[in-house]
């Protein structure tokens, strides 16, 4: 089991808003960072979001990140097909599960 | 432009040593704050992180993981390298190298492509 929770799936239409969740704990989300990544079909992850809520350059503002507590989201706006991947949390863990933690993944399906 | 490319055995057998380089272009494993993590994904499954290596010669291995893992750099050839012994057959996995970048809080900004080791006999 991962460290980090996420719904193994969520699923949306052309130009809906979707979120991912990902929940962790005081010695990780709740004392640390957030970063999202994007896995692609067949590809290495690419770093979506950081620092929470920051995105790199290059990725549209359709995405964004959030942080509560010991709590995460990821939201998608307007979303797209090609929109269509894997999509992972992590952040430092303080805990022997460290330093660091991911989440299991969440396959996102655009119908 | 950063890149980082992983090589090693596509396939190593059972009890077998694994030894996998990151080659780095781009940017200098001696700049401050400068690290490299190891990260695999067994074929379905998630990302788990391996080990990392900061400019400084900071170490860090997963718990789980640690007896198994050495990781070393060697700057002038811009190069990560990662050791795991005692190959396993739930050791198949892609394996990613990737840079780290932040200062307090940190995250992986640029990953290899990976590479797929297959453990068989």
């Known amino acids: 089991q991962s460290v980090l929770t996420q719904p193994p799936s969520a699923s949306g239409t052309p130009g809906q808003r979707v979120t991912i969740s990902c929940s962790g704990s005081?010695?990780?989300?709740?004392?640390?960072?957030v970063n999202w990544y994007q896995q692609l079909p067949g590809t290495a992850p690419k770093l979506l979001i950081y620092?929470?809520?920051q995105r790199p350059s290059g990725v549209p503002d359709r995405f964004s990140g959030s942080k509560s507590g010991t709590s995460a989201s990821l939201a998608i706006s307007g979303l797209q097909s090609e929109d269509e991947a894997d999509y992972y949390c992590?952040?430092?863990?303080?805990?022997?599960?460290?330093?660091?933690?991911f989440g299991g993944g969440t396959k996102l399906t655009v119908l | 432009q950063v890149t980082l490319k992983e090589s090693g055995p596509v396939l190593v057998k059972p009890t077998e040593t694994l030894t996998l380089t990151c080659t780095v272009s781009?940017?200098?494993?001696?700049?401050?704050?400068?690290?490299v993590s190891w990260i695999r994904q067994p074929p379905g499954k998630a990302l788990e992180w391996l080990a990392h290596?900061?400019?400084?010669?900071?170490?860090s291995y997963s718990t789980s993981l640690k007896s198994r893992l050495t990781i070393s750099k060697d700057t002038s050839k811009s190069q990560v390298v990662l050791t795991m012994t005692n190959m396993d057959p739930v050791d198949t996995a892609t394996y990613y190298c990737?840079?780290?970048?932040?200062?307090?809080?940190?995250?992986?900004?640029?990953w290899g492509q990976g590479t797929l080791v297959t453990v068989s006999s």
């Open positions: 990737a840079r780290i970048s932040g200062w307090i809080q940190l995250w992986f900004d640029y």
């Open positions: 781009g940017f200098s494993l001696s700049n401050a704050r400068m690290g």
């Open positions: 290596i900061f400019s400084n010669d900071e170490k």
């Open positions: 005081s010695s990780n989300i709740g004392s640390n960072t």
């Open positions: 620092s929470n809520n």
């Open positions: 992590a952040a430092w863990d303080d805990s022997l599960n460290g330093p660091w933690v």
